[in-house]
Structures are given as structure tokens and as C-alpha cells.
């Protein structure tokens, strides 16, 4: 009992912070699900081929190492105009597969599959979601396999709706809370 009435301020104290941190908490997970976009780690991958004899092998595996490393420096505030220039160069390079790999076999049809579907993929974290959807809708057109098209093109509309809703154009910036002004007290 003496604990109690010499330390009751302090209790208090410690009970009501630990009360608002987790309300706060709760409210901030709350606003980034419902209004915000939620930091994540995801693993990427990329279509590439997987014959050493076919001559655009090495090409796809130099593209591929050149997109995981510029991936790795992606951040919630930021993506390096290093990286959307290494995005750029990857697109630049499936662009080209289309029109070089045109027959109806199945492995150009593949190849081709891997070139829209690489390029829908980039594009989502350039967060560029319409050309992410025109990259979708020729991977279905392809028709080698259309689901992952349809995936794509659900998550680019998502992206879509989710910078309207929140009046925005990226999911990557920096957050300024230096001119943030509480709100009026209502007394």
C-alpha cells in the first residue's frame, strides 16, 4: 500500500502513456491500411529464360541482375532516378522481344509472355499503373497464359484508386510533419 500512495502520480502517468501509445498505434495502422500506403517487403521475381543454349539468355540474366540490384535500393520515401533509369533500360530491352519473337511456337509466345509480364511488373513500381494495364492486356492478348495478366491488372487498378483516394500520384515519399499544426483543442 505505501508503494501505491508514494508512487500513484508516476502509476498514472505510465498507465495513461501506455494507453494513448496504443491507441495511437492502432489509429495509425488503421489510417495506412484504410487511407495510406503500408511499408512492405516483397519478393520479386522477373521472367527470364532458363536455356543457356538460346542466344537472348545472357541478355535477360544481365537484365535481370541489373533489375534485382536496383530493386534492392527501392524505399518507402524514395526511388533513385539511378534506379528508374536501370527500370527504363530493363523496359527498353523487353520492348524489343515482341517484335524479334513474333511466330506463334510456344517459346516466343513465352518469350513474349516474360516481356509484357517483366514490364507490367516494372512499371507497378514505377508506380506508373496505366501502362502497367496496357503491359496486362497484352500479356492476356498473348495467349500463352492469361492469369497473371488479370492479376496484374487488378493490382494496377487498385494502384489507381488508391492515389485517388489519396490525392496522390506515388506511394514513395518523404513524410513532413515540420509544418504539421495540431488540431484546435475543443474546449
Known amino acids: 500500500v505505501d508503494y501505491f500512495n508514494n508512487n500513484s502520480s508516476s502509476i498514472r502517468n505510465k498507465l495513461q502513456t501506455d494507453e494513448v501509445n496504443a ?15 503500408s511499408a512492405r517487403k516483397d519478393y520479386e521475381i522477373l521472367w527470364i529464360l532458363d536455356n543457356k543454349k538460346h542466344p537472348e539468355f545472357q541478355a ?28 527504363n533500360n530493363a523496359i527498353k530491352y523487353f520492348n524489343d522481344i515482341p517484335t524479334r519473337f513474333a511466330s506463334e511456337e510456344k517459346a516466343d509466345k ?15 513500381y514505377l508506380d506508373n499503373p496505366e501502362a502497367a494495364i496496357k503491359e496486362a492486356d497484352a500479356l492476356i492478348a498473348n495467349g500463352f497464359d492469361d492469369g497473371d495478366g488479370k492479376k496484374i491488372k487488378k493490382d ?7 492515389f485517388k483516394k489519396n490525392n ?5 515519399f518523404k513524410i513532413d510533419l515540420s509544418a504539421a499544426t495540431p488540431p484546435a483543442s475543443a474546449n
Open 23 to 37: 491507441a495511437l498505434a492502432e489509429l495509425s495502422s488503421w489510417l495506412s491500411t484504410d487511407y495510406g500506403f
Open 60 to 87: 535477360q540474366k544481365d537484365t535481370w541482375e541489373s533489375f534485382k540490384q536496383a530493386v534492392a535500393t527501392v524505399t518507402t520515401d524514395n526511388i533513385s532516378d539511378e534506379t528508374k533509369e536501370k527500370f
Open 110 to 124: 513465352k518469350l513474349r509472355y516474360a516481356s509484357f509480364y517483366n514490364k507490367a511488373k516494372i512499371y507497378l
Open 156 to 162: 494496377a487498378e487498385e494502384l489507381i484508386a488508391s
Open 168 to 172: 496522390t500520384a506515388s506511394r514513395h
